[in-house]
């Protein structure tokens, strides 16, 4: 197991600017962390150069600057748009596809071996499970054949619904979820599990853990005050309330190789700039303590 963190550690700041990519492996590498994920969330924002003709110039750069720190790309967040909503028109949808294969484009520039991705509702109807589940493979389908041709794999994420009760998101449990990544009968496909999405659910993450096994191929590692409040999610693990020592002690048990990484992107954008690197260290210093 590898401590890893997403690039959004440190992005937004508090008067809204964003560091660039290269400063951002800069500072976050003298603080200790060596393995990052990509988050093409903040980087499909608007402004951006991956949403530019020069995202291939500015992903080389990226790649260029981490080997120039000798940092390395392990699992990365690629972007992700509801491609099973009815509403978005053909023209979007072709638009969003093309981001997206351009973020599998840039994981594989910077080497990195996993895609997260999410899974999506398809709201309209009855069965709602079953044509999420139609709907989902039609769009996985293809990219666990393009990542086999690559050696890359993609990480489906555990959804979190508690929000828009009664209503679902497909992907929030980790049987349905277990069970649509083992139907595909590929090594190409697994689970990335987000610890603070389990827990806002109320999920035993031993039992979730022990379940998924040797599905688990990425981890999002944030902590949470709140079930409701995005401002008070995505914190410092060891700060809310996830069971880090129940968690650590299953992820051993169950030999898990792949990556513990952050993903705490409301710990560090309120700071003053004044305390970055002070905060930077005590976010390495946590997640040391809790991968050994």
């Given amino acids: 197991m590898r401590l890893a963190t997403s690039t959004n550690l440190l992005y937004l700041r508090p008067d809204g600017t964003r560091f660039d990519l290269p400063k951002t492996l800069e500072m976050v590498s003298a603080a200790g962390f060596r393995i990052f994920d990509l988050n093409f969330y903040d980087w499909s924002l608007p402004g951006t150069e991956f949403l530019t003709d020069r995202w291939e110039w500015w992903i080389d750069d990226v790649a260029e600057c981490a080997a120039r720190l000798g940092v390395t790309f392990g699992q990365c967040h690629a972007y992700f748009y509801p491609f099973l909503d009815e509403t978005l028109s053909e023209e979007k949808k072709a638009y969003h596809k093309r981001l997206q294969q351009r973020s599998f484009d840039c994981c594989r520039r910077v080497g990195a071996h996993t895609c997260v991705l999410h899974p999506e509702t398809r709201w309209e109807g009855v069965d709602i499970v079953k ?19 690559w050696g890359m794999r993609i990480a489906l994420e555990n959804m979190c619904d508690y929000g828009i ?60 005050y709140s079930k409701t409040d995005n401002t008070l ?37 309120r700071l003053p700039d004044a305390v970055i690197e002070t905060a930077l260290r005590l976010a390495y210093e946590i997640g040391v303590y809790l991968v050994s």
């Fill in 165 to 224: 009760a009664p209503r679902r998101k497909f992907g929030a449990y980790p049987e349905e979820l277990a069970a649509f990544v083992k139907s595909f009968g590929s090594d190409r496909i697994g689970i990335c599990w987000d610890f603070e999405h389990a827990d806002i659910m109320g999920q035993n993450q031993r039992e979730a853990l022990l379940y998924i096994g040797e599905l688990l191929f990425a981890t999002h590692v944030s902590d949470t």
């Fill in 131 to 149: 044509n999420s589940i139609a709907g989902n493979r039609e769009h996985f389908a293809p990219i666990i054949e393009q990542m086999e041709s």
């Fill in 233 to 269: 999610m995505h914190v410092l693990p060891m700060t809310g309330t996830v069971p880090w020592g129940e968690v650590m002690q299953t992820l051993k048990e169950i030999d898990y190789q792949g990556d513990f990484c952050y993903e705490v992107h409301n710990y560090l954008n």
